[in-house]
């Protein structure tokens, strides 16, 4: 019988979450990882724990806190020092990458999610004695090109490349010729798009977390704000965080 | 004026403080990252530390302990669970990579490598204001093909695919043409050869830690010790860290 092992990077946010409930319908053994750093707060962590329950799915935590170290030089490790600005304009995107960008962040996060799973799976066939040929695995990830234009690791030939580094420089592909396939659902859409989706895979929306903030109520003002606001009146859709009406 | 900036990765061990010593002869801003993670023990971050004190050149230690429930299926990270076989004997090469592997480690430390280099140049052309026309960008990493032929991530095709990585997903590259050069030097060389060059390099050999315990004396009996003694041996040169004789 084919078993599938997926592990969806979930931030608790509107992307990840769809596309946490996507690889939930592709995936027999899913696994939602969201990574703890800079200016994840616990509001955000809560909201992954939440929505991963709600979707019956297994939820790790990784503490990445060390990255402000390692990717130093940016707004969203070290936000104290080099601070974001404010409500970024559609005349300054082309003028370069911003200051929020984490050097090399999914470059790391592709890394830790295929050890994971490449651990997981690795135990399934060399103890739990799992035929190597029932096997498929994914890593599932919510760039967009749209919203993060600017953004290299946010454009498809990144993943591309990624894949090959999967081909050559792992254990399950070397030794067992399996291939962990990047899956980037969302990479094309825009927000409306992705509100639509979220509906359609019954997303629970109100337990989703957009903001910067970590406050009670979405701040409505940060660049995640906007984003998600437009979306959903482009969709025409009522988001259910910001009425308290729930879906 | 050209500016040469790098990262070496130093495990305190032969090989990797050979390839230090190479770097420091090539780059004009350079520094040492220790990895803390597993069976890593104290006496090779001190020795890590004293080489490159020794060598003038700056030293960070990243603890990346968390990987024991990352690529938690590995006799490095998890010892207690997974046990290493001992003494791997040439009939065992060919049976398949050990569980020794780490999944995607060198993945792993590569990204944060090239974070750490990536963060540093960013702030030394957006902050300090350097040429970027003037700036040349190294990993260097102490990998062997011929030691570890089984391990998919200490090929040569595994380093030619990172930098593809680096190409499309950093900002380096996107936005400054900035292109990170991986160095391998020694991923074809014997153990005696490395002896050779660590001799001419001037490395501080009785400084240098290639046990896999971290007693007073090196065991004489691991793997690491075996290849690091016929290394010696066939190189015509006595190890001062046997004999206590220093170099």
Redesign the interface.
Known sequence: MLKSFGVSLLSGGLDSSTVTAYAKTRIDNLTSLTFLYGQTHSKEVECARTISSNMGIQH?L???S??R??????ALTNPNEFSIPAGRGDDEIGL??PIS????????FL??A???L???I??AI?VDRLDTSQIKAYIFMAPNEIDYSGY??C?P??YE??S??L?????L???YEIQISIETPIIHKSKAQIVKMAVELNVPLHHTWSCYMGTKEPCGECDSCILRSNGFREAGIIDPLITGTGI
Request: avoid cysteine; hydrophobic fraction near 35%; proline fraction near 4%.
């Open positions: 790790k990784i503490d990445v060390f990255l170290e390692v990717a130093w030089y940016s370069g990458i960008y984490v050097p090399m962040r999914n470059t790391i890394s830790l295929s050890s994971y490449e651990s997981q690795l135990h060399e290299p690791d454009r030939e990144f490349q990624f090959n580094i081909k050559v420089g792992s254990k592909s070397s030794q």
